[in-house]
Nanobody, 127 residues
Framework: QVQLVESGGGLVQAGGSLRLSCAAS????????MAWFRQAPGKEREFVVS????????YYADAVKGRFTVSRDSAKNTVYLQMNSLKPEDTAVYYC????????????????????WGQGTQVTVSS
């Protein structure tokens, strides 16, 4: 059974940092792009960042560029999201997803570009 399990969410003050992890099991995703999406209450799920299969290319949403950093450890089948300078508007459930392709970029930022999803981890940023 393929699973993506996110962890690392929590409550943090504005300006603080969190590091999310997404551990995959059931198969290797070393040949797949991976991504993070988020969904705030009452809003649609939105793209945050993607990373290609090798980790050599990343693509960030404008809202998080310069503050968030994605990385992956294919040997551990794990993807990370380092979130710095957090803002109240970053409050959301964060989801990890495994891509249908190897690629990262603006053409691969839709929900339909991703096959497998985690259950999400809550991030709450207080002002």
């Amino acid at each position: 059974q393929v699973q993506l399990v996110e962890s690392g969410g929590g409550l943090v003050q504005a300006g603080g940092s969190l590091r999310l992890s997404c551990a995959a099991s059931g198969r290797s995703f070393s040949s797949n792009a991976m991504a993070w999406f988020r969904q705030a209450p009452g809003k649609e799920r939105e793209f945050v960042v993607s990373i290609n299969w090798s980790g050599g290319r990343t693509y960030y949403a404008d809202a998080v560029k310069g503050r968030f950093t994605v990385s992956r450890d294919s040997a551990k089948n794990t993807v990370y999201l380092q979130m710095n300078s957090l803002k109240p508007e970053d409050t959301a459930v964060y989801y990890c997803a495994a891509g249908r392709t190897r690629y990262s970029g603006p053409a691969y930022s839709d929900l339909d570009d991703y096959d497998y999803w985690g259950q999400g981890t809550q991030v709450t940023v207080s002002s």
